[in-house]
């Protein structure tokens, strides 16, 4: 009743590869710094995957094309370090067991491709603004909590208290159950708004645990635009406060 | 543990066919045209589809007979340009898996009777009243875009943002995926009521992309009443606007 | 994934016979007559049916045993006529798909038994107290409805407006695509309460379809308790409006 | 579509061994049973069995590693009676048809590992505090219930009225249809906060029923300390309520 089908755009095989997912979440910071990842390492798409476990669905191009609502997987040989590929798309399996069918699926896929270890980027909602977001690890071993550490991600007693829920979580759960070790960064982040200043320092301690050097100043640019609104947001909320005269006093 | 039972009512086999589905959805917009055009062309019924995606569910006729809930097949052999295969029917799948494996069944059984185009009817709701409503379009080729273009079919950037939902966007997608190519189309809707006005212009859309020459008269009529009750219901709120007294302007 | 058990209480055969289902829905009618009918006529159980589509629920009885929640089916050898089989239990199939489940593999196992005819009984909620309720009717054949007519059943246009929703309505929809016919009777009643009345009129057009003679008396009795207390409810009501006196004319 | 995998972290044989389920439920009065016995017998543990019914969820230990959700078995083998398995975990199935799945499969496990009966353990929620909670039964034969009186546990008529809903009830359930029989107790609870209270009567019948010895000395502490938080708080209640003047009385 179920199905999910898997198209080759461009066979492709790595060498102990590190698969980077950045699917849809809190702040929608791993798919961010993912997608800017893909960019301006200019990676390359190899597969789409379509699934009964996505919405019934087509999205519309500027063309006016539809195309079936999917995941799609980017790859990226790197002579610097190891190989990466790159897990993003619109959207995350809609149910739980939706959830678990297609990230068991994914793993033998990229195993098959080549993936030796996972990463999973996502978002750290605290609901409240954060002007100075940290980079929170998890992992499903202890050499990948000290390699974590190295690249400025830190481990929190108890943090996230709730687990990690979702294709971040489960990557990393049924990974380590097949024997592909890996980790989550999370970047701290409102979850009020998609956030790139969030995005940009996952990307800082990416890079450091990648090898490679790439340029996150547009993402840093938006993240200051996003400051600027939030800014002039609660300019706008105090003045209010303050000429709203207080209707108790009043008669 | 779901079934789907195909019962033939008649045996056919069609060539270089177009399916034009018209399940219900936004204004019934698509049903109301499907329905139109199998009622002028006489097409006659060749297959109902039972499925554990339908609700558990059976209506009852006029006489008192009751009847499983189903979608429909309708056939119309053209002379004058392509055979023409009618999809139909009181409900959707109900949900997501549901609805991908009904369709994915589906395009299995059309292509079998010989269908090679799949064209999708629908309403596109804008959530206010519509005097004069488009038709608005998107394919999965270029050719089809061109193609609809030409019949009057408008492609604006952007729209629908949300894509398209259900049977007339994953009969497009899953197509797509199996090499059938394709193309909906959207009439302008409230989306509050039953709108046989834009089913009117879209089917004076298909008219041209079909060639066939029907009479819509009737729906032409039945918009006029559904016009002429909405300017009543409009005049008895503008009276009563006019009646209230604005209350910011008492004492 | 899901799991239906069949455990035979008592091995059976029956010819031609009926089956009579009566399980839990509107006002509880259907279900109220077919235990009636079963005590009345000291019909044997000789199935029980367990599902992953009922409820995770064990009940406990009297003397403290539990019992997974089942359907059951019972027999009674008609010696004045067709051999009757009654469906009865606490639940239906919980959800859409596990309703379609349940009743296919049900209609399947009463085939085997030897059942030929489906009557399906239940409620029909008018969400208003009904003094004089009438037994509708609905079946999938012109020859059963002339039947029904013949034992009181009437038949009215375009009522119940939406059908016949679950097990009173699959097992006649799919039984006819199997190719065994039947009908369903339903009891008028308000829908808030357990209507004894609604049963005792439906087992009356029972009796002339069945050809067996039951005592409905106990029946008729708890609907006069139910009708009292009812009463007793509306003077109450009618009181207190008398008696209290209208806060807006205080003071 | 669905999975469910058992990692052996010990290869183990009993016989004729007694299942323990302490899986979360009202009061978690049969997991802290249940936890307290592994930690005061030092149970070992056998296996993890995961199974997309859980949520699709990890969570993380002090030392920053990821663990996927799972449900556990620990064994004890007991020189002075029969040897013990318990099954504990942070989740139940997620949905119903998910719980008979799980249980079934668990079932079948524990009966290869050589359990013989089963003893769910679990609260009874009453809405309102209980100063003196008493463990109820019920079970799948009179042998057990005679069993369980002498336990101190008591049965009482239409108690629970709903039945046991989820594993404790399952286990029992679909335990009976294969022959392995058993009961269950539950210690009355509010159902409003965790209650070791309730817990350490359980663990008092448990004890006579099982043949073991153990400390609940600590579980009665936290007992004391719940009970000092409630009593607490229930003195806020009253004295806001002296405080409050009655509203009816002024003017």
Same mark, same amino acid.
């Given at each position: 009743m179920t199905f999910t089908e898997i198209v080759w755009t461009k066979e492709v095989k790595l060498k102990d590869a590190i698969l980077l997912e950045g699917l849809p979440g809190v702040g929608n910071v791993g798919k961010l710094a993912a997608m800017h990842l893909i960019d301006e390492l200019k990676a390359k798409k190899c @597969?789409?995957?379509?699934?009964?476990?996505? #919405? #019934?669905?087509?999205?519309? /191009?500027? /063309?006016?094309?539809? !195309? =079936?609502?999917?995941?799609?997987?980017?790859?990226? +040989? !790197?002579?610097? %370090?190891?190989?990466? =590929?790159?897990?993003?798309?619109?959207?995350?399996? @809609?149910?739980?067991?939706?959830?678990?069918?297609?990230?068991? +699926?994914?793993?033998?896929?990229?195993?098959?491709?080549?993936?030796? $270890?996972?990463? $999973?980027?996502? %978002?750290?909602?605290?609901? +409240? =603004?954060?002007p100075e977001p940290r980079v929170l690890g998890a992992a499903t071993s202890k050499e990948i909590v000290k390699l974590f550490k190295k690249a400025n991600v830190e481990f929190i007693d108890g943090e996230p208290g709730a687990g990690i829920v979702g294709a971040s979580g489960l990557l990393l759960g049924l990974g380590k159950l097949q024997g592909i070790h890996g980790g989550c960064l999370m970047g701290e982040t409102s979850g009020y708004m998609v956030d790139p200043k969030s995005a940009s320092i996952v990307l800082k301690s990416l890079q450091k645990l990648l090898g490679v050097k790439i340029d996150i100043k547009e993402l840093e640019e938006r993240a200051k635009q996003v400051d600027s609104i939030t800014n002039q947001l609660k300019d706008?909320?105090? !003045?209010?406060?303050? /000429?709203? #005269? /207080?209707? !108790?006093?009043? %008669?």
């Amino acid at each position: 009743m179920t199905f999910t089908e898997i198209v080759w755009t461009k066979e492709v095989k790595l060498k102990d590869a590190i698969l980077l997912e950045g699917l849809p979440g809190v702040g929608n910071v791993g798919k961010l710094a993912a997608m800017h990842l893909i960019d301006e390492l200019k990676a390359k798409k190899c @597969m789409e995957i379509y699934s009964s476990h996505f #919405p #019934p669905q087509v999205l519309i /191009d500027d /063309d006016g094309i539809v !195309n =079936l609502v999917n995941n799609e997987l980017y790859f990226y +040989k !790197n002579k610097e %370090g190891r190989d990466l =590929l790159f897990l993003v798309g619109e959207y995350q399996g @809609m149910d739980s067991s939706g959830q678990y069918d297609l990230c068991q +699926k994914l793993i033998e896929i990229v195993k098959d491709i080549g993936v030796t $270890t996972i990463y $999973t980027l996502g %978002g750290y909602g605290l609901g +409240k =603004l954060v002007p100075e977001p940290r980079v929170l690890g998890a992992a499903t071993s202890k050499e990948i909590v000290k390699l974590f550490k190295k690249a400025n991600v830190e481990f929190i007693d108890g943090e996230p208290g709730a687990g990690i829920v979702g294709a971040s979580g489960l990557l990393l759960g049924l990974g380590k159950l097949q024997g592909i070790h890996g980790g989550c960064l999370m970047g701290e982040t409102s979850g009020y708004m998609v956030d790139p200043k969030s995005a940009s320092i996952v990307l800082k301690s990416l890079q450091k645990l990648l090898g490679v050097k790439i340029d996150i100043k547009e993402l840093e640019e938006r993240a200051k635009q996003v400051d600027s609104i939030t800014n002039q947001l609660k300019d706008i909320d105090t !003045n209010e406060s303050i /000429d709203k #005269p /207080d209707v !108790n006093y009043i %008669g």
